[in-house]
Every structure is written in C-alpha cells, then in structure tokens.
C-alpha cells in the first residue's frame, strides 16, 4: 500500500514537470527499507511510462520544441550511461549521503529563485505606486 501512494504523489509530481524521481527517490528512501542503488534504478524504471505519457500530452498541447528535446535526448542518455557508471563506485550510504547533498542543492537554489522573484515583484510594484 506504500509503493501505491508514494507512486500516485511521485506520478503526480512528475505530472506537475517538477521532478516526480526526485520525490519518489525520497519517499522510497524514507519509507521503505531499499537499497540505494535499487531505489535509484526502480525511478529509472518509474520513469519510462510516466514520460510517455507527459511526452504523449505535451505533443498533443504543443509545447515541445522539438530541436532542443532532440539535443537534450542526447546529452541525457550520454549522462545517463556516465552516472550509472559512477553510482556503481560508491556504496550505499555514501549514494544517499550525495543524494542528499543534491537535495539540499536543489532546495537552497528553489528557495534563491523564490526570493530573487520575491524581491523583483515587490521592485516592479513600488515603481508602479
């Protein structure tokens, strides 16, 4: 029953375009007693429908530009295949330790951009008074 609803917030987060793995790497992390490296690998798999289906929506609603998501494409199966190859050399606390890291990183530069479009906002509206 938890892989069900960790899937239906991770799905729709990723949904949202706002990095469902990312949510779903955490929640299994927490929620669960997997490996690392599995829960890593279990978002790669999570990841393959949840795309199609977001691809599937946004060529319907024509928001794809289709030359950037080609180059994209690209560098993302190139990364892919290097940062597999680079998780296999660390264990599994040292993965979550970097995982971590990440998230934090993530969440220092959401809370930066908030505060940056916080201060323009209030900026563009004293100008207008």
């Known amino acids: 029953m938890v892989e069900v609803v960790i899937g239906t917030i991770s799905g729709m987060v990723a949904a949202l375009g706002m990095g469902g793995g990312t949510i779903l790497i955490l929640l299994l992390g927490i929620f669960t007693k997997l490996n690392q490296h599995v ?4 978002n790669l798999v999570f990841f393959i429908p949840t795309s199609i289906v977001a ?7 024509k928001k794809i530009n289709y ?12 990364g892919a295949i290097v940062g597999c190859q680079i998780s296999f050399k660390f264990n ?3 993965l979550k ?11 220092i530069f959401e809370i930066y951009e908030i ?7 209030r900026k563009a509206n004293t100008k207008n008074k």
């Open 39 to 42: 829960i890593q690998a279990t």
């Open 55 to 61: 691809i599937i929506m946004n060529i319907k609603n």
């Open 67 to 78: 030359k950037n998501a080609i180059t994209i494409i690209i560098s993302g199966i190139i």
């Open 92 to 94: 599994n606390t040292k």
């Open 97 to 107: 330790k970097l995982f971590g890291i990440f998230l934090l990183a993530i969440a």
């Open 115 to 121: 505060y940056t479009s916080y201060r323009k906002d």
